[in-house]
Structures are given as structure tokens and as C-alpha cells.
């Protein structure tokens, strides 16, 4: 299942000159940053206080908000593959909505609505709970823009799952909640990581939705991506180091994620 | 037979016209062919004046920029963004013929890497001001209420410019500032304080002007002592520098003072004493 067919589906060779265009275009760019990194000055400019408060909290509201992404998109992406309500089509256009949107539209959008004077915000205001300028504020900017990928990933994971699987399961009495653990689940596992992968990627980059709507003070809102515009204004050396400490926080996170499940999940 | 390997072909051929339309575009945008391209037949007098300014000067330089035009006969191209953002521009390749960054220290750092010509002149300058929700929800008077940790403060970073001045009124004033935000950049501050997340702000008198009714501006006294100055330069590798000279000469005449008066900017040192 893991395997490209062999032979028979061999790929036309034109098709290497725009893939070999395509790869060269992403990585040229970046291969163009690094060459304008002082290695001497690396660890110095990599392990400033500031910096370091930005990669931790950047790792910490990236992870809560792939646990949002995880546990908020897949039951929406396990209802709108099941949809046969009307307005469903709708729905799952208007969910993608964050992927078209400016982000930092996006957090102005946000600041509508958990703002102080927001649609919620009075509610929340009564609750005691305060979201502007803080840590939760950074999460939900990550999560509204990561959520679209993970609904993505997984449902179109879930519509390669074959009916007769589920159809045998149910014959042989298994209940929905068990279809869903023992079946759907381990069969949508491909997709699930790479659902998590470009969800925790999404909300690592996140800039514009943060800064619109949490803020940006050290060591509580201001994340790697804040922190490195930021530098760019006095020191652009500083702000292409931290770049390349986000690239590697990246490139080992999918790393970790990515060997044994992703090949297939996306297609 | 001959069909199928044609269709092969086809692709192939395509991507090679485009790979060479590709290959050719670099030249066509490269510094030295740009004067004698398309849109500009005559390099002497039909190419458009580039002037490279802050953000905060795009809306009072607009009528400014027309004014140019009627008396010259100039077409004027103006670039607006932050003033790192266009110093870093320029310092790519990026071709103008006027700069007007937001603050001096950027104009040093143009004049530092040779890209301007020696002499820059003020045309405005800006104070801080506080700014606050329309209604002053947080009831703040003077700049010591912004000490009150209870108060939602927003200011810009130290490292941007108008961070910068807040520092230097702050301490003037001798108050410690508390801020639940450093903002990238003084529209970040306006936008906070615009939506009220911010009970007060500190930002330039203009963009506080600039914000309507949704924004009241409280004077500080001591920021008269820091004022922001916009300087305007030629570029050293200016293509018309005497018609961007004569730009600079506008901004700084008795109509070009008075419309950036009426923004919320004060008079340039040399315009009026």
C-alpha cells in the first residue's frame, strides 16, 4: 500500500524538468539565506535570551495548537466525509476560508470576536477571562490558521477508506464507536500525521494573525517568527540566523513525523 | 506512430519557449535596459520620478505628488512601506530617485552604505503622543496613568523608531512604563488601541490624527523634547537627480509645509524657525 507501483506506471521523463524547476525554486532561496550566515557569529546571535524565550514559547503554542488541530479537526473532518446534510458543501468551503484569508485579516477577525469588545468578548470578560495579551491568545491565532490543514489531511485520508472494510466491520457488529477506534482510525493514521505535521509547521511560521491579535512582548507573545521581523528592523543578520534556528526546528519536527506514515496520506 | 511522438514532443517543446522566456526576463529587469524598456520611450523626460517613502507620509504626499506633476510635467511613482523595509530595498538594487525614510537613524544607515548623496534635508518631523479608545475607557489623563499595571499599555518595541522615543519621553518623564505589548510597528499599536484592546498607546501625533474618531490624542509634554524627523534625500545613483531635488524643494516650500502641517506633522527647522 506504501509502495509506488513499479514499472508499468512509469513517470513520462518531460515530467523531471518542471519537478527539477519546482524543487530548485523552493530550495534556491533558502540555499541564498544560508550562504548569508556568519558561522562565527551563529551561536552568539542563537542563544540571546530573547531569542531563546521566542523558540520556547514558538515550540509551546505551536504544540498546544496541533493538539487543538488534532482534537477540534478530526471529528470535523470525520462529519463533513460522512456529510449528507445540506450546506455541507458550503461548510467545508467556508472552513478552508483561513487558507484564503490574510492572516493578519485573520486577526483582526479574531479580535472581533475574543477581543474586549468582541462579539464574545463581554462574556468572556464575565467569566474572568482575559485573552488579550496573552500565551492563549498566540495559541488560538496558530490554531485558526493551522485547523483548514488537519480538516484537509484527514478527510481526504478518510475517503480512501474503502466502504467494504467498514461495510464487514459492521457486519460483523461492531458498534460506531469501535468502527471508528479499530477501523477508521489506524486507517486514516497516514493522514492524521500529516495532518499534525502541516498543522504544527503552519503554527510554527504563524506571524500575521499573531501579531494582530496577541501582541507581542517577550517571553509571553512574542514568538521566533515576531521576534525575528523584529530584529530585521536593527540587526538582519540576527533576523536570518533565528530563520535558519526555525528552519531546523521544522526540518526535525517533520522529520520525526514524517519517514514511516506520510508518503501516501496526501494523495 | 509518428502521431503519438509528436504529442510527446509538443510538451517538451513548449517548456523549452517557456524556459527561455524565463531565461530572458532577468536582462529585461536588470538595472541598465529598464530606462529604454517598453513603458518608458524617452529615458529623459518620460520616465516617472521614483520616490521611496515611509508608510506614515503616503497619504499627505499624495497631493503633494500631484501638485508635482501639474508643475513639472513629471510623473511621479511613489513607493510606500516601513523605512526598513525600503532601506533594505534599496540597499538590493532597488532603483529611486528620492528616499524619505520615517527617521534619521535609517538615513544614516543609507548614508553609511554610499546610497544616498551627502545631503539630506528635514521636511517634517513628529511628536509622540497617547493614544486611547474613543471615550478614554481606561480614564487616562497624562502619561504617569500609564504607569498603573491595571491600564492594557501597548508601545512600540525599543528597536522601531517610535519605540525608541517612548523610551526616551518615558524616562524623560520619569516613568516606568509597564506594556503588555511591544508591537512591531506603530500601526500594530494603533490597531490595538483602535479596537480597544489597548486602553492607550503611544504613537505619533499624525497617526493618531491619521485614526479618526475612533482614537482621542492626549498631548505628553516631554515628548516636545524627541521629536521624530523625516529626512529626504537624493539618491546617489538617481536617474533624474535634479528633478528629485526639486521634489525635496517642494516638500519643503510654503504648500508643501502647509499640507504636512495639516497631517499633524510639524514644519521642517529650516522651512519655519
Redesign the interface.
Known amino acids: 500500500m506504501s509502495r509506488r507501483p513499479a514499472g508499468g506506471a512509469a513517470l ?1 521523463r ?1 515530467v523531471l ?2 519537478a527539477a ?1 519546482a524543487a530548485v525554486f523552493i530550495l534556491l532561496p533558502i540555499l541564498a539565506l544560508l550562504t548569508r550566515i556568519e558561522l562565527a557569529e551563529l551561536p552568539s546571535l542563537l542563544s540571546s535570551e530573547a531569542a531563546l524565550s521566542a523558540l520556547w514559547l514558538s515550540l509551546r503554542t505551536a504544540v498546544a495548537a496541533t493538539l487543538l488541530c488534532t482534537v477540534l479537526g478530526v471529528p470535523l473532518a470525520l462529519v463533513l466525509s460522512h456529510a449528507t446534510f445540506r450546506g455541507s458543501g458550503i461548510l467545508r468551503t467556508l472552513i478552508l476560508l483561513p487558507l484564503v484569508l490574510p492572516p493578519v485579516i485573520g486577526g ?1 477577525a479574531l ?2 470576536t475574543f ?3 468582541g462579539l464574545l468578548g463581554e462574556s468572556l470578560e464575565l467569566l474572568g477571562v482575559q485573552i ?2 496573552s500565551t492563549a491568545a498566540v495559541v488560538l491565532a496558530q490554531t485558526f490558521v493551522s485547523l483548514p490543514f488537519m480538516v484537509i489531511a484527514v478527510e481526504s485520508a478518510l475517503r480512501g477508506v474503502q466502504k467494504e472494510v467498514m461495510e464487514a466491520a459492521v457486519v460483523d457488529g461492531a458498534g460506531p464507536t469501535q468502527l471508528l477506534r479499530s477501523i477508521v482510525l489506524p486507517l486514516i493514521l497516514p493522514g492524521l500525521a500529516s495532518g499534525v505535521v502541516l498543522a504544527f509547521a503552519r503554527s510554527l511560521g504563524e506571524f500575521g494573525a499573531t ?2 491579535f ?5 517571553g509571553v ?2 514568538t521566533l517568527p ?1 521576534e525575528i ?6 540587526d ?1 543578520d540576527a533576523a536570518v540566523a533565528l530563520s535558519v534556528l526555525l528552519i531546523l526546528v521544522a526540518v526535525v519536527v517533520i522529520g520525526l513525523t514524517r519517514p514511516r506514515t506520510a508518503p501516501d496520506a496526501l494523495r | 506512430m509518428r502521431r503519438s511522438a509528436r504529442t ?1 514532443l509538443l ?2 517543446a513548449l ?1 523549452l519557449v517557456l ?1 527561455s522566456g524565463c531565461a530572458n526576463s532577468p536582462d529585461s529587469s536588470a538595472p541598465d535596459s529598464r530606462a529604454s524598456d517598453s513603458d518608458t520611450p524617452d529615458a529623459e523626460t518620460g520616465q516617472p520620478l521614483r520616490v521611496f517613502a515611509a508608510a506614515s507620509l503616503q497619504q499627505v504626499l499624495d497631493p503633494l505628488v500631484q501638485e508635482f506633476t501639474e508643475r513639472t510635467g513629471a510623473q511621479v511613482q511613489l513607493s510606500s512601506a516601513g523605512s ?1 523595509d525600503l532601506l ?1 530595498q534599496l540597499e538590493q538594487g532597488a532603483e529611486a530617485d528620492v528616499f524619505i525614510p520615517a527617521d534619521e537613524p535609517t538615513m544614516e544607515r543609507a548614508q553609511d552604505a554610499s546610497l544616498i548623496q551627502p545631503t539630506a534635508s528635514v521636511i517634517a518631523s513628529n511628536t509622540l503622543v497617547i493614544a486611547v479608545p474613543s471615550g478614554n475607557p481606561g480614564r487616562i489623563g497624562t502619561l504617569a496613568d500609564l504607569a498603573d499595571p491595571e491600564h ?1 499599555l ?1 508601545l512600540c ?1 525599543p ?2 523608531p517610535c519605540g525608541t522615543v517612548a523610551q526616551q519621553v518615558a524616562q524623560a518623564a520619569g516613568v516606568a512604563l509597564a ?6 510597528a506603530v500601526t ?1 499599536v494603533l ?2 488601541v483602535r ?4 486602553d492607550a498607546g503611544l504613537v505619533y501625533s499624525t497617526d493618531a490624527l491619521r485614526a479618526g474618531a475612533e482614537v482621542e490624542t492626549i498631548l505628553i509634554e516631554e515628548a516636545a523634547e524627541f521629536p521624530n524627523r523625516y529626512p529626504a534625500a537624493v539618491l546617489a545613483e538617481a536617474e533624474q537627480p535634479e528633478l528629485a531635488g526639486e521634489f525635496i524643494e517642494l516638500l519643503l516650500s510654503e504648500s508643501g509645509q502647509s499640507e504636512l502641517e495639516q497631517a499633524g506633522f510639524s514644519p521642517a527647522p529650516e522651512a519655519s524657525g
Open positions: 513520462p518531460w524538468i518542471p524547476a483582526i479580535l472581533n477581543g474586549r469588545q488579550a495579551f501579531i494582530a496577541a501582541g507581542s512582548l517577550q507573545t512574542r515576531l521581523y523584529l530584529q530585521r528592523e536593527t538582519p | 510527446r510538451p517538451g517548456l524556459l526598513a533594505s492594557a501597548v518595541a528597536q522601531v506594556p503588555d505589548s511591544e508591537e512591531l500594530d490597531g490595538k479596537s480597544a484592546e489597548a
